[in-house]
């Protein structure tokens, strides 16, 4: 839902009266507004990435959008009946996002660690959360020097299935490289433990939401060791995803 003008990673779904479709690859075009005058559309590729528990899956590429306002995505797939069929959904490009873009510092937001809590239940809405998620607050994280990653998603209180599983996927980042960047699960609600109790009229989200212009409940954020935000993902990245954005920065 934040696209602007600029490259930008685009996820999507597709299904059909069998359920979802699993090309490992399918070819798109994208299309410019159609005020845009001589516009070509895009060609690219987009590569198909299960979710966890192979229940579902997405579409996923990176579109370099020139122009704002609203796109046109084209896929055509063929049919098990060996005939073809096409899909066009749109996209809105916005002069700026909303969120830290791609070469932004990242923002030095004070995020509460185990020090500020009785319990690991208070920072997640998790039913185990990993302790090693919330060692450091994101300020001091930007200081230590090393790239960082930042998952913000409520994994018991979600608009969706895969809020818990991003978090799953932060902690086995961390535990194949633990030593090369610092990771930070920010919970969207502040008083999980509250809400575990039923009441969800209660729920307080954080202000750091509004902080990072989050405008949906499932980001994740790759910074580098100088604090510039290097990669982002709203809704779900699977563990591969993630581990190809971090690699470069971790490895020389």
Same mark, same amino acid.
């Given at each position: 839902?934040? *696209?602007?003008v600029?490259?930008?990673?685009?996820?999507? /779904?597709?299904?059909?009266?069998?359920? @979802?479709?699993?090309?490992?690859?399918?070819?798109?075009?994208?299309?410019?507004?159609?005020?845009?005058?001589g516009? &070509?559309?895009?060609l690219?590729?987009?590569? %198909?990435?299960?979710?966890?528990?192979?229940? =579902?899956?997405?579409? #996923?590429?990176?579109?370099?959008?020139?122009? +704002?306002?609203?796109?046109?995505?084209e896929?055509?797939?063929?049919t098990?009946?060996?005939?073809t069929?096409?899909?066009?959904?749109?996209?809105?490009?916005?002069?700026?996002?909303? /969120?830290?873009?791609?070469?932004?510092?990242?923002? $030095? !937001? #004070?995020? $509460?660690?185990?020090?500020?809590?009785?319990? *690991?239940?208070?920072?997640?809405?998790g039913?185990?959360?990993?302790?090693a998620?919330?060692?450091?607050?994101?300020? =001091?994280?930007?200081?230590?020097?090393?790239?960082? &990653?930042?998952?913000?998603?409520?994994?018991?209180?979600?608009t969706n299935?895969?809020?818990g599983?991003? @978090?799953?996927m932060? !902690?086995?980042?961390?535990?194949?490289? +633990?030593? $090369?960047a610092?990771?930070?699960? @920010?919970?969207?609600?502040?008083?999980?433990?509250?809400?575990?109790q039923?009441?969800?009229n209660l729920? $307080?989200?954080?202000?750091?939401?509004n902080?990072?212009?989050?405008?949906?409940?499932?980001?994740?954020?790759?910074?580098?060791?100088?604090?510039? &935000?290097i990669? =982002?993902f709203?809704? %779900?990245?699977? %563990?591969?995803e *993630?581990?190809s /954005?971090?690699?470069?920065? #971790? &490895?020389?």
């Amino acid at each position: 839902t934040d *696209l602007a003008v600029g490259t930008h990673r685009i996820a999507f /779904a597709l299904s059909d009266t069998a359920g @979802v479709i699993r090309l490992p690859t399918i070819e798109l075009h994208a299309y410019p507004p159609t005020s845009a005058t001589g516009a &070509v559309p895009q060609l690219a590729t987009a590569t %198909f990435s299960e979710f966890p528990l192979g229940f =579902r899956g997405v579409y #996923i590429t990176q579109l370099n959008f020139d122009q +704002p306002g609203e796109w046109q995505i084209e896929t055509t797939v063929t049919t098990p009946g060996g005939g073809t069929s096409s899909i066009r959904f749109p996209v809105t490009i916005a002069e700026f996002t909303s /969120a830290p873009d791609v070469g932004a510092p990242a923002h $030095r !937001s #004070i995020s $509460r660690t185990l020090d500020d809590v009785a319990s *690991l239940l208070d920072l997640s809405s998790g039913a185990n959360p990993d302790p090693a998620l919330y060692t450091t607050s994101i300020d =001091r994280a930007l200081d230590d020097g090393r790239p960082l &990653v930042i998952v913000f998603a409520s994994p018991g209180f979600c608009t969706n299935a895969l809020c818990g599983p991003q @978090v799953e996927m932060l !902690s086995e980042l961390r535990a194949h490289y +633990p030593n $090369r960047a610092t990771y930070i699960h @920010v919970d969207i609600y502040e008083n999980p433990q509250q809400l575990r109790q039923g009441d969800i009229n209660l729920a $307080r989200r954080t202000p750091l939401l509004n902080e990072w212009g989050l405008n949906t409940d499932e980001w994740t954020f790759i910074i580098d060791a100088n604090g510039r &935000v290097i990669h =982002r993902f709203e809704s %779900f990245a699977p %563990f591969q995803e *993630l581990e190809s /954005a971090l690699l470069p920065l #971790i &490895v020389p």
